[in-house]
């Protein structure tokens, strides 16, 4: 989102604001910072200068103190790392336990986590531990008033995200209690450049796993009251009941997808009509280079893999070029595509929503419309994919330009 609209809706709640921190949770996956982490202290870096705070980053790992410098120059200040070899792997209660603990402590106002399958175990439970409200994958967050019968609330975190099947884009926010939590995506952030002359510091969270239950009933009223210098962390202590669950093997299946990474997509919706039909699709997919893309309708009536679902619960794209083919656009499809450089549409309804986010759109049947490209591009050997997508703008708002009707 442009900073002028972030801008905007803070001006209308009356300025800046208190200097608790915005944090992210920074997901580790083999020895790096895991994208959507990056991408969220992009947006958390946009967040903490409108309210005139600082961004943490909590890493929490076995030798992730290294990360600091990384996180620092993707927009951190502080870098919080729970260094500890019990920590390697992620485990929801050990990792539970240190940011909550780590929360009590330093009092974020917002906390932020990738709504993947660890940030989706992890956040709830920290939610529920410090009695604060929660809402998963944020399509958008921006910084906002909200006014009650009582009381005007300032610089809130304004949490965005379809609500009732799509029907709404609703706007949550957590007035009262905090730290205000989100979950967001991976690709809806922009992933910033890093900024390799940015200065920040990293803070040693020190982590004791308690041996003995009496430890940790010490350790437990130790958590809540633990004080800071402002540059050190009292220590946060594992209980024995943290580790139930132990972690034997893991086994890490390699994507057979990449559509975050294609420069072109060609998707698919319902009026393919079936699995055969995608061999249209995957034809001009492989005739430009690009990867299959689907909506959740496609997906559901088991004509592609549920890894091609482009959208709200599917993977957010921004390819150079989108081709959407039989689909009518609705919000959960357009809130994973509608970034895309360029948007062509092929429907037979002129009236079908996906128009709105289109570039080029052409009325007609897919069946029609898609052996004529495929002849036409290969025709001019490809080359118009690439070329075409990095051209020009997109027309301000409105229908697509140049629709054939
Ligand atoms: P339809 O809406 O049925 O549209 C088919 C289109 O094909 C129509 O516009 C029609 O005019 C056109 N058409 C028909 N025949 C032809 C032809 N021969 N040539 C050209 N055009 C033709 N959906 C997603 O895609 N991704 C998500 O991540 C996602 N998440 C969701 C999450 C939730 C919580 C919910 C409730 C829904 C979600 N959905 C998602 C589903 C979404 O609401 C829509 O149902 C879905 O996107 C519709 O898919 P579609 O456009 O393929 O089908």
């Given at each position: 989102m442009a900073d002028e609209a972030l801008t905007e809706s803070l001006s209308g709640t009356g300025g800046v604001a208190a200097a608790a921190e915005v944090w992210v949770w920074v997901e580790v996956e083999d020895a790096r910072p895991a994208e959507v982490s990056l991408e969220l202290l992009g947006r958390a870096r946009e967040l903490a200068d409108l309210l005139g705070t600082k961004v943490g980053a909590v890493v929490c790992g076995a030798g992730v103190t290294d990360l600091g410098p990384s996180l620092i120059a993707h927009g951190a200040d502080t870098v919080y790392a729970a260094d500890h070899p019990d920590l390697a792997a992620y485990l929801a209660q050990p990792y539970a336990r240190v940011l909550t603990g780590l929360i009590r402590v330093r009092k974020p106002q917002i906390v932020l986590y990738g709504a993947t399958t660890a940030g989706r175990d992890l956040a709830p439970r920290i939610a529920s531990a410090l009695r604060t409200g929660l809402t998963a994958d944020c399509t958008d967050l921006r910084i906002g008033g909200h006014h009650t019968r009582d009381r005007d609330y300032q610089?809130?975190?304004?949490?965005i995200r379809p609500a009732f099947g799509g029907n709404i884009i609703a706007t949550i926010v957590c007035p009262d209690h905090r730290p205000q939590m989100a979950t967001v995506r991976e690709g809806v952030m922009r992933l910033p450049e890093p900024d390799e002359q940015r200065s920040g510091r990293v803070l040693l969270v020190p982590v004791t796993r308690a041996v003995e239950l009496h430890e940790a009933d010490v350790a437990e009223t130790g958590d809540a009251d633990q004080?800071?210098?402002?540059d050190r962390i009292g220590p946060l202590f594992l209980r024995p009941e943290d580790f139930t669950v132990a972690l034997l093997e893991r086994h890490k299946e390699a994507k057979r997808v990449d559509l975050k990474g294609a420069r072109v997509i060609v998707s698919g919706g319902a009026?393919?009509?079936s699995a055969d039909g995608f061999a249209l699709i995957r034809e001009l997919a492989e005739t430009l280079g690009g990867v299959v893309g689907a909506t959740r309708a496609a997906v559901d009536a088991g004509w592609v893999p549920r890894e091609h679902q482009v959208g709200q619960t599917g993977t957010t794209v921004r390819p150079k070029l989108y081709i959407a083919a039989g689909i009518s656009g609705s919000v959960q499809h357009r809130a994973g595509?509608?970034?895309?450089a360029r948007i062509l549409v092929i429907n037979t309804?002129?009236?079908?929503?996906?128009f709105s986010v289109a570039h080029y759109g052409i009325v007609g049947d897919l069946f029609k419309v898609i052996p004529l490209m495929v002849a036409a591009y290969r025709r001019k050997g490809g080359a118009f994919a690439a070329q075409g997508a990095d051209q020009g703008s997109r027309a301000a708002g409105g229908p697509a330009e140049g629709a054939a009707r």
């Open positions: 610089d809130l975190l304004w949490q004080g800071d210098d402002g009026g393919v009509g595509m509608d970034q895309s309804d002129p009236l079908a929503p996906i």
